[in-house]
């Protein structure tokens, strides 16, 4: 009899949680469906429900937040959540608008006027080209182009189309005539004054993979090698809250938690490896444990921090826009709710820990699509506000950890696993 409870309890608690991840899933795609820019149909960059945008942004579109929001399509899509018919209506306003907008040697801004296609700079010498934007911009489109039907005409050309953007990056523009780095920005007015080529580990380890994928302007190995990984110095052994790390990061610290989230939206990393991490799951699950930890041990003495709320990121803060991250001067008493929800593939009880706690606090943390940005509890603040970066990458790992869907369509992508394989990675998809 107590067995039989037992069970009945198990499987009335796992019913239970299904319904939170379906109710989270339903309502942050909507952020993408239902809040998207009519014009263009991509992901505004943010959304305040008292209708009050700063910088005029209401119709700005993010190309980061695009990509993560057309992976958000491919996921309403198969829940039911919107019909294919109408997902594929949107992919068809989605990359009509995509053609016809500014792009920069291929590459695309980080910011679009989604009324016009023009680029919106969003920063006084970033006005040109953003490769880091565009990688995660294409690692949606390359998602979408594995999940179109190619016996469907309409899907067909729709996937054609996408190929064609695709081959149309010219990532090897980037190094700046021929540097064994990739730079992030490039500018028709400004040339590279933005001068920030990049190295890990930070956020970008997809853009490396998409630059060696390319089969028109790709870049060699050693791009990778000598630029990303620093000729090996990224290959850096420390210890962080009792967590070991294996990877140099960005500041010497764990950095804010989107740097484990917006390269494995699509690149999966169960299983993968290169010459530089033995494991790049075990790696990003530990880096988020570090983050727990933190903000568990909780050394400057912030309210509501513990095992039901934890997770620092880049967000809205109680002063503007600032990546958060687990350690004491860059600890502003912010949780993201982004940060541990998005972990969900790497930390599944203890992101689970934070979903039921937010779930079941809705009158301070939910709104009509899904969880607002951030919270502290120390300062009393709860702005009802959304930011495309930070919902993206919620409903599309909820979705990776319930069905493995966008990793398994990202990575089944034929110039994907070529990228994977000049860059000398394992993988369990090769």
Request: some cysteine; overall charge negative; proline content about 4%.
């Amino acid at each position: 009899m107590t067995s039989c409870s037992s069970k009945q309890d198990s499987n009335d608690s796992a019913k239970l949680q299904d319904a939170i991840l379906d109710s989270v899933q339903y309502n942050t795609f909507q952020y993408f469906w239902e809040g998207a820019e009519p014009n263009s149909g991509l992901a505004r960059e943010r959304f305040h429900t008292n209708g009050i945008y700063p910088q005029n942004d209401k119709h700005i579109v993010t190309t980061g937040g695009g990509g993560f929001g057309l992976m958000g399509l491919v996921v309403g899509m198969e829940r039911g959540f919107i019909t294919r018919e109408e997902g594929v209506e949107r992919l068809n306003k989605i990359i009509s608008f995509i053609e016809s907008a500014d792009k920069f040697h291929g590459a695309f801004p980080h910011w679009w006027d989604g009324n016009t296609g023009k680029v919106k700079p969003f920063s006084s010498y970033d006005d040109g080209g953003d490769l880091v934007e565009t990688a995660f911009l294409v690692q949606g489109l390359l998602t979408v182009h594995q999940y179109l039907n190619q016996n469907d005409t309409t899907e067909l050309e729709l996937a054609q189309r996408i190929d064609t953007l695709w081959k149309g990056v010219e990532w090897n523009w980037y190094t700046q005539g021929g540097q064994d780095v990739l730079y992030w920005h490039w500018s028709p007015n400004y040339d590279w004054k933005m001068n920030f080529p990049v190295r890990g580990y930070n956020e970008c380890l997809v853009m490396y993979l998409l630059a060696a994928a390319s089969s028109t302007y790709g870049v060699p190995a050693d791009v990778y090698d000598k630029g990303w990984a620093e000729s090996g110095a990224i290959n850096t052994t420390s210890q962080q809250e009792e967590y070991e790390l294996q990877l140099r990061y960005q500041g010497e610290k764990a950095g804010p938690l989107f740097w484990a989230h917006y390269s494995f939206l699509g690149l999966d990393p169960r299983g993968l490896s290169d010459k530089y991490s033995t494991n790049y799951f075990e790696e990003m699950k530990n880096y988020t444990l570090i983050n727990r930890a933190y903000c568990i041990r909780n050394p400057k003495g912030y309210k509501g921090y513990g095992k039901n709320s934890w997770g620092l990121t880049a967000s809205y803060s109680v002063d503007g826009y600032v990546a958060h991250a687990p350690h004491e001067n860059a600890d502003l008493g912010v949780i993201t709710p982004t940060a541990a929800l998005s972990s969900i593939v790497y930390t599944p009880t203890e992101s689970m820990d934070v979903m039921n706690y937010l779930y079941s606090n809705k009158d301070r943390f939910w709104g009509k699509y899904g969880f607002y940005d951030a919270y502290s509890e120390t300062s009393n603040w709860y702005p009802q506000a959304y930011l495309a970066i930070d919902q993206g990458p919620i409903l599309v790992m909820i979705e990776n950890y319930r069905t493995q869907l966008l990793w398994n369509l990202f990575m089944s992508h034929p110039d994907v696993k070529k990228g994977l394989r000049n860059l000398g990675f394992q993988s369990q998809h090769l």
